[in-house]
């Protein structure tokens, strides 16, 4: 896949661009039939399948004060594009400058007079241009002038919860991965690098890695998860907290906390990918270390008959 950062006098390099627009935050099941259906088109015409998306996210722009958490890392959205077929990502820089283009600029300037483009697939509820103006019905106004095809794709529903990423932050915010899960298509995670500790988990006997809770990137609410754990080429089942550690320190920083089962090595400075598969507690204090010592191993109890199963999201 490639990434551009300017979609300017693109379309003398990709043939037939056609393109999703959209945030696509979370790259969750809404987006992934959205992608499916674009990269059908674009292949049924010769077309070249494309995301333009913007990078930082609209809302952090227009809302400064406003602090809007991420479900994906950028790296990782990435990742679901490339997976999906996308062939060009156009990552635009998002800015006040960019926030006044009204919709019809937008559409004359940007998808015809620079891009060409042969098809545009937004989702239902896609807005655009300044104020957030443009809509679907704008985009099918001038569909006929600009001679692109416009598919518009339907709300995706999940046990009758219309799928959004707003609602998959609810979810996860409550600490509901397995909820979340299900409107992603694959359970939630982070990515982060390992850290140096204290070294108490491996004191009490249960070895950590610690990860940095990854800025800007949503992590559940604090508790105690079965996780799978990505080290390098090799996943292992794990038992990760999410929290300060209120045994300890009263105001700690925020961290993940990860005991890998049946893994033994040195970590520091490597990258890890950590998938929360279902949440057993919430995090509590505990009156002295052995009590909390007997929790964990309940925790790993509890982790090992989880693993046991078939787990419906990878």
Known sequence: MQVHFDYRNLHELYPKIVV?????????LGHQKLIRSLV???????????????????????????????LLSQEAKQEFFERLG??????VRFDLDFARLTPERF?????????????VFVGYNYTFGHMGKGTPAT????????????KVIPAVEVNGLVVSSTHIRSLLQEGNVEGAASLLG??????????TGDSRGSRLGFPTANLRCPEGVLI??????????????????????????????????????????????????????????????????????????????????????SGRYPLRHK
């Open 186 to 195: 694959y359970s939630p995670f982070v990515e982060g690098t390992v850290v």
């Open 220 to 305: 559940p609410a604090n508790g105690v998860y079965v996780v799978r754990v990505r080290v390098g080429c090799q996943t292992f089942l794990g038992v990760a907290n999410i929290g300060r550690r209120p045994t300890f320190a009263r105001d700690g920083e925020r961290l993940i906390e990860v005991h890998i089962l049946d893994f033994s090595g040195d970590l520091y400075g490597k990258k890890l990918r950590v998938t929360f598969l279902k949440r057993l507690r919430g995090e509590r204090a505990f009156t002295s270390p052995a009590e909390l010592v007997a929790q964990i191993q309940r925790d790993i109890a509890a982790a090992r008959v």
């Open 107 to 119: 559409i004359a300037d940007v998808l015809y007079g620079e891009l060409r483009v042969a098809g």
């Open 86 to 91: 996308v062939k060009v990502l156009l990552l």
């Open 20 to 28: 999703g627009l959209g945030n696509f935050d979370g790259v969750h």
């Open 139 to 150: 985009l099918a106004e001038y569909a006929p002038l600009y001679n692109y095809h416009l």
């Open 40 to 70: 059908r088109y674009a292949r049924h015409i010769g077309g070249t399948p494309t995301i333009f998306t913007f990078h930082p996210h609209p809302a952090t722009v227009l809302k400064p004060g406003v602090a809007l958490p991420l």
